[in-house]
């Protein structure tokens, strides 16, 4: 009697022994399917995030709808075409690109650009280099006495932080950022398979403009909106890999890869304050296009041309005669909050709010004060004289030292030898 109960006992034993193991394998297959599952989910979330921020802002009421010929123009501003110095002084004269008139003002080195750095970068010199610190110090100033804040920005950001304000194209091949190799996070990407290509977001790039890392600098903050509207001014220098097709329009410096810019950055508590800080930066580029006695148009641009980001934007426009057209030297977006919610920026709660509605994201606005390589071309082109010579815009001639641009050579052979290449 007393040995089967001894038995008996350890076959329970046995038994929960066994039981005990089975469950341990059981737990430890669920910990491994657990984890499988979280990364597929977390792979599902990455591949959705990745198609959802694809989405472009919506449309402002006001916009026109169609590609850019639908553009409708708003404003002119400036002096009648026929008024420009050229026309006045020889109605029959053929006016020089600026390509012609910098080169024979010796203003601008293409091949020295080239070799040092590849298509698209150049020197600037003389008159020029001296018309790119004038336009920088004229805008800020400007900016700032409309009572924007001047910021020195970094010009090297994250990647995530360049997507985040709308420069995510959906083929990363076709980006307009340069990545910084030395800081690459990721493996370098290739195009020699169709795979998907993602970059690690904490790659750094090259600013495109200086509205990204002005935006950038609120990542995550949630700002008293007794402090808003935020109006910002900065300097800096704009990449851009422009990697389409090449064209008339890439001739000389309309369109390259470097470029000083004078970028204007707002943020605002909400629409209704957006509105009227979209007007603050139309008075800020209107100003300084008045300065500079340029004739300008001002274009609503219809919903093909708005971007990913802006849900309503502004072109102007400047008669650039060499060119045969208007080239656009500034523009103007309000992005309402698809910058802010990309960025966790985010506004406190206005008084009555519900208090358990979430806290409401801000509103970004960004307008260019200068561009500084299409305001020289405006200027040579717009201010050209019969002989070749340039009028320097009023304003600027504390900075530049002469009213007027001459050639630096006085024959045709003192010429011989200057081209860098």
Known sequence: MVVKQKRSAVRKQ?????????????????????????????????????????????????????????AVEIAQLGPNLDDLP?????????????????????????????KVAGSSFYFLKRAAALLELALTQLAVRTAVQHGFVPVSPPDIVRRSVS?????????????????????????????????????????LVLAATAEVPLAG?????????????????????AFRAESGARGADTRGLYRVHQFSKVELFALAADAEQAGSVYDALA????????????????????????????????????????????????????CGDYQARRLGIRVTK?????????????????????AVPRLIVAILEQNQLPDGSVVVPEVLRPWIGTD?????FEEPAARTGRESS
């Open 217 to 237: 600098m609120y990542a995550g903050a949630t700002i008293p909106r007794a402090a808003l509207p935020l109006k910002m001014v900065a300097f800096g220098h």
């Open 163 to 203: 997507a985040a304000c709308g420069f995510q194209p959906r083929d990363p091949r076709q980006t307009q950022n340069y990545t910084v190799l030395h800081h690459l996070v990721a493996p370098t990407m290739t195009s020699e398979t169709n795979g998907v290509l993602t970059p690690d977001p904490n790659d």
């Open 350 to 370: 206005a008084a009555g709010e519900v208090e358990d509605a979430p806290t409401p994201f801000a509103h970004t606005l960004n307008g260019t004060a200068a």
């Open 404 to 408: 007027v641009i001459r050639c630096p």
């Open 283 to 334: 008075a800020v580029q209107r100003d300084i296009i008045k300065q500079l006695g340029l004739a300008v148009r001002v274009l609503q641009m219809p919903t093909q041309e708005l971007g990913a980001s802006a849900r309503r934007k502004i072109d102007m426009e400047a008669w650039m005669p060499g060119r045969g057209g208007w080239g656009e030297v500034s523009s103007m977006s309000d």
């Open 86 to 114: 050229l026309r006045k002084a020889d109605p029959a004269a053929t006016p020089r690109d600026h390509v012609s008139l910098a080169t024979y003002l010796d203003l601008v080195d293409l091949p020295a650009g080239a």
């Open 14 to 70: 046995a038994n929960a022994e066994s039981r005990i193991e089975a469950l341990r394998q059981e737990g430890a297959a669920l910990k491994q399917s657990s984890k499988a599952l979280a990364v597929e989910v977390a792979e599902l979330e990455a591949a959705l995030y990745a198609e959802a921020v694809h989405v472009p802002n919506d449309t402002h009421p006001s916009v026109p709808v169609g590609p850019e010929d639908c």
